[in-house]
Nanobody, 114 residues
Framework: QVQLVETGGGLVQAGGSLRLSCASS????????MGWYRRAPGKQRELVAL???????NHAEPVKGRFTISRDNAKNTVYLQMNGLKPEDTGVYYC????????WGQGTQVTVAS
């Protein structure tokens, strides 16, 4: 069983920054892909960004140029640096890990005030 613990959400003004962290209970060497999804109010969950075991990254179009995903293998942690936040970035952000099975964190709230 893999546990994912997210930290770093909160309330920020539009244009501000936040950094989310997701710590895995297992080594990232066996995690195929790890990253972030989000669910905005009244919408379905959507991809934000992923990083593969090999270090390749994928950022969704709405966040390209503003958000950056990175990983620290020594700490078994993935980060999401969010700059230039917009009110439409508001939502619950979920950490995701793909091994043989998929695992999800409990989510952290990000609220961007206009």
């Amino acid at each position: 069983q893999v546990q994912l613990v997210e930290t770093g959400g909160g309330l920020v003004q539009a244009g501000g920054s936040l950094r989310l962290s997701c710590a895995s209970s297992t080594s990232m060497d066996i995690i195929r892909r790890m990253g972030w999804y989000r669910r905005a109010p009244g919408k379905q969950r959507e991809l934000v960004a992923l990083v593969t075991r090999g270090g390749d990254t994928n950022h969704a179009e709405p966040v390209k140029g503003r958000f950056t995903i990175s990983r620290d293998n020594a700490k078994n942690t993935v980060y999401l640096q969010m700059n230039g936040l917009k009110p439409e970035d508001t939502g619950v952000y979920y950490c995701y890990a793909n091994l043989v099975k998929e695992y999800w964190g409990q989510g952290t709230q990000v609220t961007v005030a206009s």
